[in-house]
Protein backbone atom coordinates (compact mmCIF):
# COMPACT_ATOMS: atom_id res chain seq x y z
CA UNK A 1 0.00 0.00 0.00
CA UNK A 2 2.54 2.32 0.73
CA UNK A 3 4.98 1.48 -2.32
CA UNK A 4 1.38 2.25 -4.46
CA UNK A 5 1.19 5.50 -2.68
CA UNK A 6 4.74 6.42 -3.65
CA UNK A 7 4.47 5.33 -6.99
CA UNK A 8 1.62 7.91 -7.65
CA UNK A 9 2.61 10.43 -5.97
CA UNK A 10 5.76 9.77 -8.44
CA UNK A 11 3.48 10.09 -11.32
CA UNK A 12 1.83 12.75 -10.10
CA UNK A 13 5.29 14.60 -10.31
CA UNK A 14 6.28 13.72 -13.25
CA UNK A 15 2.85 14.89 -14.73
CA UNK A 16 3.30 18.38 -12.57
CA UNK A 17 7.05 18.91 -14.24
CA UNK A 18 5.62 18.15 -17.85
CA UNK A 19 2.95 20.41 -17.40
CA UNK A 20 5.19 23.64 -17.33
CA UNK A 21 5.59 23.77 -21.16
CA UNK A 22 3.82 25.52 -23.87
CA UNK A 23 3.52 28.96 -23.49
CA UNK A 24 6.64 29.28 -21.18
CA UNK A 25 8.81 27.32 -23.74
CA UNK A 26 7.03 29.34 -26.89
CA UNK A 27 8.87 32.67 -25.17
CA UNK A 28 11.75 30.88 -24.37
CA UNK A 29 12.25 29.89 -28.70
CA UNK A 30 10.74 33.42 -29.22
CA UNK A 31 13.28 34.97 -27.66
CA UNK A 32 16.00 32.46 -28.94
CA UNK A 33 18.44 34.24 -31.33
CA UNK A 34 19.99 37.63 -30.53
CA UNK A 35 19.59 39.79 -33.36
CA UNK A 36 19.90 43.43 -34.01
CA UNK A 37 15.96 43.97 -32.69
CA UNK A 38 17.09 42.79 -29.25
CA UNK A 39 20.45 44.65 -29.10
CA UNK A 40 19.07 47.83 -29.52
CA UNK A 41 16.65 47.08 -27.43
CA UNK A 42 19.24 46.03 -24.45
CA UNK A 43 20.75 49.51 -25.41
CA UNK A 44 18.36 51.28 -25.04
CA UNK A 45 17.86 49.48 -21.33
CA UNK A 46 21.04 49.76 -20.62
CA UNK A 47 21.49 53.71 -20.66
CA UNK A 48 19.51 54.05 -17.79
CA UNK A 49 22.24 52.40 -15.69
CA UNK A 50 24.62 55.19 -17.44
CA UNK A 51 23.18 58.07 -15.51
CA UNK A 52 22.46 55.82 -12.48
CA UNK A 53 26.36 55.38 -12.32
CA UNK A 54 26.73 59.41 -12.01
CA UNK A 55 24.35 60.11 -9.54
CA UNK A 56 25.68 57.25 -7.18
CA UNK A 57 29.11 58.20 -7.58
CA UNK A 58 29.01 62.07 -8.14
CA UNK A 59 29.48 62.44 -4.20
CA UNK A 60 33.14 61.94 -5.16
CA UNK A 61 33.83 65.05 -6.25
CA UNK A 62 30.69 67.48 -5.10
CA UNK A 63 31.39 65.98 -1.65
CA UNK A 64 35.15 65.92 -1.62
CA UNK A 65 37.15 67.76 0.89
CA UNK A 66 39.30 70.02 -0.98
CA UNK A 67 42.87 71.13 -1.54
CA UNK A 68 43.90 74.57 0.54
CA UNK A 69 47.24 76.58 0.85
CA UNK A 70 48.48 79.01 3.25
CA UNK A 71 48.22 82.45 2.50
CA UNK A 72 51.36 83.66 4.83
CA UNK A 73 54.11 81.62 5.32
CA UNK A 74 55.15 81.38 9.06
CA UNK A 75 55.96 78.90 11.00
CA UNK A 76 52.28 78.41 12.25
CA UNK A 77 51.05 77.78 9.21
CA UNK A 78 52.39 74.63 6.67
CA UNK A 79 51.50 71.89 4.36
CA UNK A 80 50.73 69.72 7.06
CA UNK A 81 48.89 71.79 9.82
CA UNK A 82 45.57 71.33 10.81
CA UNK A 83 43.38 73.80 9.39
CA UNK A 84 40.99 73.61 12.82
CA UNK A 85 43.52 75.28 14.70
CA UNK A 86 44.51 77.83 12.08
CA UNK A 87 43.26 81.19 12.06
CA UNK A 88 40.78 81.90 8.54
CA UNK A 89 42.90 84.83 7.54
CA UNK A 90 46.18 82.29 7.10
CA UNK A 91 44.80 79.53 4.78
CA UNK A 92 42.60 79.77 1.29
CA UNK A 93 40.98 76.65 -0.90
CA UNK A 94 43.02 76.04 -3.92
CA UNK A 95 40.09 77.47 -6.29
CA UNK A 96 37.06 78.92 -5.56
CA UNK A 97 35.26 78.46 -2.29
CA UNK A 98 31.63 76.71 -4.06
CA UNK A 99 34.21 73.80 -5.73
CA UNK A 100 32.39 71.16 -3.29
CA UNK A 101 29.95 71.04 -0.70
CA UNK A 102 33.04 71.18 2.42
CA UNK A 103 34.20 74.63 1.32
CA UNK A 104 30.70 76.32 0.28
CA UNK A 105 28.83 75.09 3.33
CA UNK A 106 32.04 75.27 5.78
CA UNK A 107 32.45 72.09 6.59
CA UNK A 108 36.33 71.52 7.00
CA UNK A 109 36.38 71.31 10.65
CA UNK A 110 33.17 69.29 10.93
CA UNK A 111 32.92 66.21 12.40
CA UNK A 112 32.61 62.71 10.60
CA UNK A 113 28.88 62.38 10.80
CA UNK A 114 28.13 65.82 9.72
CA UNK A 115 30.32 65.41 6.69
CA UNK A 116 29.35 61.39 5.78
CA UNK A 117 25.50 62.55 6.58
CA UNK A 118 24.97 63.40 2.81
CA UNK A 119 26.18 60.36 0.91
CA UNK A 120 24.38 58.04 3.89
CA UNK A 121 21.25 59.82 3.45
CA UNK A 122 21.72 59.10 -0.37
CA UNK A 123 22.13 55.21 0.68
CA UNK A 124 18.90 55.29 3.26
CA UNK A 125 16.99 56.56 0.47
CA UNK A 126 17.76 53.60 -1.83
CA UNK A 127 17.24 51.73 1.05
CA UNK A 128 13.75 52.88 1.60
CA UNK A 129 13.21 52.83 -2.13
CA UNK A 130 14.50 49.35 -2.82
CA UNK A 131 11.25 48.18 -0.45
CA UNK A 132 8.72 50.61 -1.38
CA UNK A 133 9.18 50.54 -4.84
CA UNK A 134 10.25 46.79 -5.33
CA UNK A 135 6.73 45.08 -5.58
CA UNK A 136 5.42 47.67 -7.89
CA UNK A 137 7.55 46.34 -10.95
CA UNK A 138 6.45 42.91 -10.38
CA UNK A 139 2.89 43.80 -9.71
CA UNK A 140 1.34 46.41 -11.80
CA UNK A 141 3.45 49.47 -13.24
CA UNK A 142 6.32 46.94 -14.90
CA UNK A 143 9.76 46.98 -15.78
CA UNK A 144 9.98 49.65 -17.95
CA UNK A 145 7.34 52.09 -16.40
CA UNK A 146 9.39 51.79 -13.22
CA UNK A 147 12.90 52.39 -15.22
CA UNK A 148 11.45 55.82 -16.96
CA UNK A 149 9.53 56.73 -14.10
CA UNK A 150 12.73 56.41 -12.17
CA UNK A 151 14.86 57.71 -14.08
CA UNK A 152 12.99 61.05 -14.30
CA UNK A 153 12.50 61.18 -11.21
CA UNK A 154 15.87 61.42 -10.01
CA UNK A 155 16.73 63.93 -12.84
CA UNK A 156 14.34 66.59 -11.31
CA UNK A 157 15.37 66.11 -7.88
CA UNK A 158 19.86 66.35 -8.88
CA UNK A 159 18.06 69.69 -10.96
CA UNK A 160 16.51 70.96 -7.68
CA UNK A 161 19.36 70.01 -5.28
CA UNK A 162 21.52 72.66 -7.19
CA UNK A 163 19.52 74.82 -4.87
CA UNK A 164 20.52 73.73 -1.58
CA UNK A 165 22.32 76.89 0.81
CA UNK A 166 23.20 74.02 3.48
CA UNK A 167 24.13 70.95 4.37
CA UNK A 168 20.76 70.00 5.83
CA UNK A 169 18.65 70.86 2.96
CA UNK A 170 21.37 68.89 1.00
CA UNK A 171 21.45 65.88 2.49
CA UNK A 172 17.14 65.83 2.76
CA UNK A 173 17.47 66.62 -1.75
CA UNK A 174 20.00 63.34 -1.72
CA UNK A 175 17.45 61.45 0.40
CA UNK A 176 15.07 61.69 -2.39
CA UNK A 177 17.46 61.15 -4.89
CA UNK A 178 18.66 57.86 -3.68
CA UNK A 179 14.68 57.09 -3.10
CA UNK A 180 13.91 57.46 -6.80
CA UNK A 181 16.74 55.87 -8.82
CA UNK A 182 16.79 52.78 -6.05
CA UNK A 183 14.86 50.90 -8.43
CA UNK A 184 17.04 51.84 -11.67
CA UNK A 185 19.88 49.06 -11.98
CA UNK A 186 17.12 46.21 -10.24
CA UNK A 187 14.53 46.79 -13.21
CA UNK A 188 17.43 47.69 -16.01
CA UNK A 189 19.09 43.85 -15.38
CA UNK A 190 15.59 42.00 -14.86
CA UNK A 191 13.95 43.87 -17.47
CA UNK A 192 17.52 42.80 -20.01
CA UNK A 193 17.46 38.89 -18.52
CA UNK A 194 13.62 38.54 -19.11
CA UNK A 195 14.15 39.46 -22.89
CA UNK A 196 16.69 37.35 -24.00
CA UNK A 197 16.77 33.38 -23.82
CA UNK A 198 18.84 31.82 -21.21
CA UNK A 199 21.64 31.48 -24.01
CA UNK A 200 22.10 35.32 -23.72
CA UNK A 201 21.43 36.03 -20.25
CA UNK A 202 25.57 37.19 -19.54
CA UNK A 203 25.86 38.95 -22.73
CA UNK A 204 22.70 40.95 -22.17
CA UNK A 205 24.49 41.19 -18.30
CA UNK A 206 27.89 42.57 -19.87
CA UNK A 207 26.04 45.38 -21.69
CA UNK A 208 24.24 46.97 -18.56
CA UNK A 209 27.83 46.73 -16.76
CA UNK A 210 29.46 48.48 -19.47
CA UNK A 211 27.02 51.76 -20.09
CA UNK A 212 27.34 52.02 -16.28
CA UNK A 213 31.18 51.48 -16.03
CA UNK A 214 30.56 54.08 -19.28
CA UNK A 215 28.87 56.27 -16.55
CA UNK A 216 31.81 56.46 -14.10
CA UNK A 217 34.36 57.10 -16.79
CA UNK A 218 32.28 60.81 -18.43
CA UNK A 219 31.50 61.60 -15.23
CA UNK A 220 35.13 61.65 -14.32
CA UNK A 221 35.97 63.80 -17.63
CA UNK A 222 33.16 66.18 -16.88
CA UNK A 223 34.12 66.77 -13.37
CA UNK A 224 37.73 67.58 -14.49
CA UNK A 225 36.39 69.94 -17.15
CA UNK A 226 34.61 71.29 -14.23
CA UNK A 227 37.57 71.16 -11.64
CA UNK A 228 37.39 75.18 -11.10
CA UNK A 229 33.61 75.47 -11.49
CA UNK A 230 31.12 75.34 -8.11
CA UNK A 231 29.80 71.78 -7.86
CA UNK A 232 26.37 72.50 -8.93
CA UNK A 233 27.51 72.38 -12.16
CA UNK A 234 28.18 68.37 -12.08
CA UNK A 235 24.69 68.11 -11.02
CA UNK A 236 23.16 70.22 -13.87
CA UNK A 237 25.39 68.32 -16.56
CA UNK A 238 24.08 65.31 -15.53
CA UNK A 239 20.67 65.45 -15.14
CA UNK A 240 19.32 67.50 -18.58
CA UNK A 241 20.42 64.38 -20.51
CA UNK A 242 18.78 62.28 -18.19
CA UNK A 243 15.43 64.04 -18.26
CA UNK A 244 15.89 63.81 -22.19
CA UNK A 245 16.77 60.01 -22.47
CA UNK A 246 13.45 58.77 -19.97
CA UNK A 247 11.42 60.74 -23.37
CA UNK A 248 13.22 58.40 -25.56
CA UNK A 249 12.67 55.09 -23.38
CA UNK A 250 8.70 56.09 -22.51
CA UNK A 251 8.67 55.89 -26.52
CA UNK A 252 10.87 52.66 -27.88
CA UNK A 253 11.33 50.37 -25.05
CA UNK A 254 9.36 47.45 -24.92
CA UNK A 255 8.48 45.46 -21.75
CA UNK A 256 9.12 42.06 -20.80
CA UNK A 257 7.33 39.34 -22.52
CA UNK A 258 7.44 37.43 -19.29
CA UNK A 259 6.36 40.13 -16.79
CA UNK A 260 3.06 40.78 -19.52
CA UNK A 261 2.44 37.03 -19.46
CA UNK A 262 2.16 36.84 -16.10
CA UNK A 263 -0.19 39.78 -15.71
CA UNK A 264 -2.73 37.77 -18.11
CA UNK A 265 -1.64 40.75 -21.00
CA UNK A 266 -1.25 37.55 -23.23
CA UNK A 267 -1.88 39.46 -26.73
CA UNK A 268 0.55 42.00 -25.88
CA UNK A 269 3.63 39.57 -24.84
CA UNK A 270 2.41 37.53 -28.43
CA UNK A 271 3.14 41.26 -30.20
CA UNK A 272 6.00 41.93 -28.96
CA UNK A 273 7.76 38.50 -29.57
CA UNK A 274 6.33 38.84 -33.17
CA UNK A 275 8.08 42.11 -33.48
CA UNK A 276 11.39 40.27 -33.09
CA UNK A 277 11.99 39.25 -37.08
CA UNK A 278 15.18 36.66 -35.85
CA UNK A 279 12.70 34.64 -33.96
CA UNK A 280 9.19 34.65 -35.91
CA UNK A 281 10.48 31.39 -37.15
CA UNK A 282 10.88 29.79 -33.92
CA UNK A 283 7.78 31.51 -32.45
CA UNK A 284 5.35 30.05 -35.14
CA UNK A 285 7.09 26.50 -36.52
CA UNK A 286 8.50 24.81 -33.45
CA UNK A 287 6.03 24.27 -30.69
CA UNK A 288 6.45 20.88 -29.29
CA UNK A 289 4.29 18.32 -30.41
CA UNK A 290 2.98 15.88 -27.75
CA UNK A 291 -0.18 13.35 -27.55
CA UNK A 292 -3.03 15.62 -26.62
CA UNK A 293 -4.27 15.89 -22.89
CA UNK A 294 -7.43 16.81 -21.32
CA UNK A 295 -6.61 17.99 -18.18
CA UNK A 296 -8.14 21.50 -19.55
CA UNK A 297 -11.21 22.60 -20.20
CA UNK A 298 -11.54 22.60 -24.28
CA UNK A 299 -13.12 25.89 -23.68
CA UNK A 300 -10.77 27.28 -21.59
CA UNK A 301 -7.96 26.58 -24.07
CA UNK A 302 -9.73 27.68 -27.58
CA UNK A 303 -10.34 31.48 -25.51
CA UNK A 304 -7.02 30.96 -24.08
CA UNK A 305 -5.55 30.46 -28.29
CA UNK A 306 -7.88 33.42 -29.67
CA UNK A 307 -6.58 35.97 -26.94
CA UNK A 308 -2.85 34.98 -28.14
CA UNK A 309 -3.68 34.57 -32.18
CA UNK A 310 -2.65 30.78 -31.67
CA UNK A 311 -4.42 28.04 -33.33
CA UNK A 312 -6.47 25.83 -31.28
CA UNK A 313 -5.10 23.24 -33.42
CA UNK A 314 -1.92 24.09 -32.06
CA UNK A 315 -2.65 24.92 -27.98
CA UNK A 316 -4.27 21.54 -28.10
CA UNK A 317 -0.99 19.59 -28.96
CA UNK A 318 1.06 21.11 -26.13
CA UNK A 319 -0.64 19.34 -23.24
CA UNK A 320 -1.80 20.22 -20.22
CA UNK A 321 -2.22 24.10 -19.05
CA UNK A 322 1.14 25.79 -18.13
CA UNK A 323 1.79 27.32 -14.52
CA UNK A 324 1.97 30.83 -17.12
CA UNK A 325 -1.77 29.86 -18.75
CA UNK A 326 -2.74 29.03 -15.12
CA UNK A 327 -1.38 32.32 -14.02
CA UNK A 328 -3.00 34.34 -16.77
CA UNK A 329 -6.49 32.67 -16.40
CA UNK A 330 -6.56 33.26 -12.80
CA UNK A 331 -5.46 36.82 -13.34
CA UNK A 332 -7.73 37.26 -16.46
CA UNK A 333 -10.80 36.23 -13.75
CA UNK A 334 -9.75 38.49 -11.23
CA UNK A 335 -8.98 41.61 -13.53
CA UNK A 336 -12.94 41.44 -13.40
CA UNK A 337 -12.90 42.17 -9.89
CA UNK A 338 -10.31 45.05 -9.76
CA UNK A 339 -6.62 44.90 -8.10
CA UNK A 340 -6.82 45.64 -3.94
CA UNK A 341 -3.88 47.86 -2.59
CA UNK A 342 -2.70 44.51 -1.39
CA UNK A 343 -2.25 42.92 -4.60
CA UNK A 344 0.11 45.74 -5.43
CA UNK A 345 2.49 44.10 -2.97
CA UNK A 346 1.43 40.52 -3.64
CA UNK A 347 4.63 39.28 -4.88
CA UNK A 348 6.48 40.57 -1.27
CA UNK A 349 3.64 37.94 0.39
CA UNK A 350 3.92 35.66 -2.18
CA UNK A 351 8.33 34.93 -1.73
CA UNK A 352 8.31 34.79 2.19
CA UNK A 353 5.16 32.37 1.98
CA UNK A 354 7.75 29.35 1.64
CA UNK A 355 10.39 28.92 3.79
CA UNK A 356 13.24 27.64 1.05
CA UNK A 357 12.72 31.13 -0.47
CA UNK A 358 12.67 33.10 2.57
CA UNK A 359 16.10 31.02 3.47
CA UNK A 360 17.08 31.54 0.25
CA UNK A 361 16.48 35.16 0.58
CA UNK A 362 18.36 35.83 4.33
CA UNK A 363 21.77 34.08 2.45
CA UNK A 364 21.80 36.71 -0.71
CA UNK A 365 20.95 39.60 1.62
CA UNK A 366 23.66 38.78 3.89
CA UNK A 367 26.11 38.19 0.99
CA UNK A 368 24.87 41.28 -1.13
CA UNK A 369 25.75 43.39 2.14
CA UNK A 370 29.14 42.28 2.19
CA UNK A 371 29.83 42.72 -1.60
CA UNK A 372 27.91 46.09 -2.04
CA UNK A 373 29.70 47.82 0.81
CA UNK A 374 32.91 47.38 -0.84
CA UNK A 375 32.26 48.09 -4.34
CA UNK A 376 30.39 51.25 -3.18
CA UNK A 377 33.02 52.22 -0.80
CA UNK A 378 35.80 51.69 -2.60
CA UNK A 379 35.35 54.28 -4.94
CA UNK A 380 34.15 56.75 -2.37
CA UNK A 381 36.90 56.21 -0.55
CA UNK A 382 39.98 57.19 -3.16
CA UNK A 383 40.34 60.56 -1.33
CA UNK A 384 41.47 58.92 1.56
CA UNK A 385 44.45 57.97 -1.04
CA UNK A 386 46.80 61.06 -1.16
CA UNK A 387 46.41 60.42 -4.69
CA UNK A 388 44.94 62.02 -7.82
CA UNK A 389 41.21 62.24 -7.02
CA UNK A 390 40.61 61.98 -11.04
CA UNK A 391 43.30 59.38 -12.06
CA UNK A 392 41.99 57.11 -9.22
CA UNK A 393 38.43 57.08 -10.36
CA UNK A 394 39.90 56.29 -14.23
CA UNK A 395 42.07 53.31 -12.61
CA UNK A 396 38.53 52.24 -10.94
CA UNK A 397 36.46 52.61 -14.39
CA UNK A 398 39.20 50.41 -15.97
CA UNK A 399 38.84 48.11 -13.49
CA UNK A 400 35.31 48.02 -14.23
CA UNK A 401 35.79 47.32 -17.85
CA UNK A 402 38.29 44.84 -17.54
CA UNK A 403 35.65 43.49 -14.99
CA UNK A 404 33.18 43.14 -18.14
CA UNK A 405 35.50 41.62 -19.90
CA UNK A 406 36.39 38.85 -17.15
CA UNK A 407 32.36 38.21 -16.72
CA UNK A 408 32.21 37.29 -20.20
CA UNK A 409 34.52 34.13 -19.74
CA UNK A 410 32.66 33.66 -16.60
CA UNK A 411 29.47 32.35 -18.10
CA UNK A 412 30.16 28.80 -17.96
CA UNK A 413 31.75 29.05 -14.70
CA UNK A 414 30.06 28.08 -11.41
CA UNK A 415 28.15 31.32 -10.17
CA UNK A 416 29.09 30.31 -6.57
CA UNK A 417 32.84 29.78 -7.10
CA UNK A 418 33.59 32.53 -8.99
CA UNK A 419 31.42 34.58 -6.71
CA UNK A 420 33.86 33.47 -3.28
CA UNK A 421 37.09 33.30 -5.05
CA UNK A 422 36.91 37.03 -6.16
CA UNK A 423 35.23 37.97 -2.70
CA UNK A 424 37.97 36.56 -0.80
CA UNK A 425 40.74 38.51 -3.07
CA UNK A 426 38.91 41.71 -2.95
CA UNK A 427 38.82 41.34 1.25
CA UNK A 428 42.74 40.15 1.27
CA UNK A 429 44.05 43.03 -0.43
CA UNK A 430 41.52 45.68 1.01
CA UNK A 431 43.10 44.18 4.26
CA UNK A 432 46.74 44.53 2.93
CA UNK A 433 46.27 48.07 2.57
CA UNK A 434 46.16 48.86 6.06
CA UNK A 435 49.13 46.52 6.84
CA UNK A 436 51.34 48.53 4.87
CA UNK A 437 49.97 52.07 5.71
CA UNK A 438 53.27 53.14 6.33
CA UNK A 439 54.60 51.69 2.64
CA UNK A 440 54.95 53.35 -0.64
CA UNK A 441 51.77 55.13 -1.79
CA UNK A 442 51.61 53.54 -4.89
CA UNK A 443 51.63 50.24 -3.73
CA UNK A 444 48.44 51.20 -1.76
CA UNK A 445 47.15 52.39 -4.93
CA UNK A 446 46.93 49.27 -7.10
CA UNK A 447 45.86 47.62 -3.73
CA UNK A 448 43.02 49.63 -3.74
CA UNK A 449 42.50 49.59 -7.59
CA UNK A 450 42.82 45.50 -7.79
CA UNK A 451 40.58 45.14 -4.20
CA UNK A 452 37.84 47.14 -6.24
CA UNK A 453 38.28 44.99 -9.13
CA UNK A 454 37.43 41.69 -6.93
CA UNK A 455 34.89 43.08 -5.83
CA UNK A 456 33.52 44.67 -9.01
CA UNK A 457 33.93 40.89 -10.25
CA UNK A 458 32.05 39.70 -7.35
CA UNK A 459 29.12 41.86 -7.57
CA UNK A 460 28.28 41.61 -11.21
CA UNK A 461 28.61 37.79 -10.67
CA UNK A 462 26.07 38.13 -7.50
CA UNK A 463 23.81 40.36 -9.76
CA UNK A 464 23.25 37.68 -12.33
CA UNK A 465 22.79 35.03 -9.03
CA UNK A 466 20.23 36.59 -7.71
CA UNK A 467 18.11 36.66 -11.11
CA UNK A 468 18.76 33.29 -11.56
CA UNK A 469 18.06 32.08 -8.09
CA UNK A 470 13.90 33.20 -8.10
CA UNK A 471 11.22 33.04 -10.71
CA UNK A 472 9.17 36.17 -12.50
CA UNK A 473 6.78 36.18 -10.06
CA UNK A 474 8.90 37.65 -7.31
CA UNK A 475 12.55 38.43 -9.45
CA UNK A 476 12.30 41.74 -9.45
CA UNK A 477 11.46 42.00 -5.71
CA UNK A 478 13.71 39.59 -4.50
CA UNK A 479 16.61 41.26 -6.59
CA UNK A 480 15.85 44.92 -4.35
CA UNK A 481 15.45 43.16 -1.36
CA UNK A 482 19.00 42.20 -2.70
CA UNK A 483 19.48 45.60 -3.40
CA UNK A 484 18.44 46.66 -0.28
CA UNK A 485 20.94 44.64 2.17
CA UNK A 486 23.61 46.62 -0.39
CA UNK A 487 22.55 49.78 0.32
CA UNK A 488 22.18 49.24 4.15
CA UNK A 489 26.11 47.80 3.96
CA UNK A 490 26.79 51.49 1.92
CA UNK A 491 24.72 53.15 4.72
CA UNK A 492 28.21 53.08 6.89
CA UNK A 493 30.36 53.84 4.25
CA UNK A 494 30.83 57.52 4.41
CA UNK A 495 30.87 57.21 8.24
CA UNK A 496 34.04 54.98 7.90
CA UNK A 497 35.47 56.68 4.98
CA UNK A 498 35.47 59.71 7.15
CA UNK A 499 36.63 58.14 9.92
CA UNK A 500 39.22 56.12 7.60
CA UNK A 501 41.04 59.75 6.96
CA UNK A 502 42.95 59.51 9.96
CA UNK A 503 43.07 55.76 10.26
CA UNK A 504 42.51 53.13 7.58
CA UNK A 505 41.76 50.48 9.91
CA UNK A 506 38.17 51.90 10.06
CA UNK A 507 37.70 51.81 5.90
CA UNK A 508 39.56 49.72 4.20
CA UNK A 509 40.22 47.52 7.62
CA UNK A 510 36.43 46.83 8.02
CA UNK A 511 35.79 46.68 4.43
CA UNK A 512 38.06 43.34 4.36
CA UNK A 513 37.01 41.87 7.16
CA UNK A 514 32.77 42.36 6.09
CA UNK A 515 33.22 41.23 2.59
CA UNK A 516 35.47 38.24 3.68
CA UNK A 517 32.75 36.92 6.27
CA UNK A 518 29.54 37.32 3.93
CA UNK A 519 30.85 34.52 1.49
CA UNK A 520 30.36 32.26 4.89
CA UNK A 521 26.22 32.80 2.89
CA UNK A 522 27.39 30.86 -0.05
CA UNK A 523 26.76 27.75 1.72
CA UNK A 524 23.13 28.51 1.60
CA UNK A 525 22.66 28.70 -1.90
CA UNK A 526 22.12 26.33 -4.89
CA UNK A 527 24.36 26.58 -7.76
CA UNK A 528 21.96 28.18 -10.63
CA UNK A 529 24.61 27.84 -13.86
CA UNK A 530 23.11 26.65 -17.38
CA UNK A 531 19.65 26.65 -15.21
CA UNK A 532 16.68 28.08 -17.46
CA UNK A 533 14.34 31.01 -16.04
CA UNK A 534 11.44 29.64 -14.26
CA UNK A 535 8.03 31.99 -13.75
CA UNK A 536 6.26 30.87 -10.99
CA UNK A 537 7.01 29.74 -7.21
CA UNK A 538 6.00 26.21 -7.79
CA UNK A 539 7.90 26.03 -11.15
CA UNK A 540 11.15 26.89 -9.74
CA UNK A 541 10.69 24.72 -6.73
CA UNK A 542 9.94 21.79 -8.62
CA UNK A 543 12.95 22.08 -11.07
CA UNK A 544 15.16 21.97 -7.86
CA UNK A 545 13.14 19.00 -6.42
CA UNK A 546 14.43 15.66 -7.42
CA UNK A 547 11.76 13.36 -8.29
Given at each position: ???????????????????????????????????????????????????????????????????????????????????????????????????????????????????????????????????????????????????????????????????????????????????????????????????????????????????????????????????????????????????????????????SPRWLLMQGRVTEAMTMLKGVPENVANLTGNLPKEPPKQSASHQQRLSLAEEISVSPTDMSTVGTLSCTEQRYLERRENQKEGVSFSQLYSSIAMLFKTSWATKRMVSVMGLGLGIGMVYFGMPLAVGNLDYNIYLAVVFNALMEILSCGVIYFLGNCSRKLSILAFSLGSGICSIVCVVIRSGPQSVKVWLAVASFFCACTAFNVFLIFIIELFPTCVRNTTASLARQAVMFGCIFSPFLISAGRKNDLFSYGVFGVVIICSTFTLLGLPETRGMALSDTMDQQEKKETPL
Open positions: MEDSVKDATKSDSVQQQNMIMSLDEMIERGLGNFGWTQFLQSILVSVAMYFDAQQLFIAIYTDDYPTWHCTNHSTTCTSHSDICKLPKSSWAWDGPSSKTIISQFGLECASNFITGLPQSSFFIGCLLGSFLLASLADSSLGRKNMIILSCLSMSIMSLIIIFSTNVWIYSALKFFIGFCRSSISTCCLVLLTEKVSTKWRFTVGIIEFFFFTSGCMFLTGVAYANRNSPWKYLYLWTSVPAISYSLIAYLFVTE
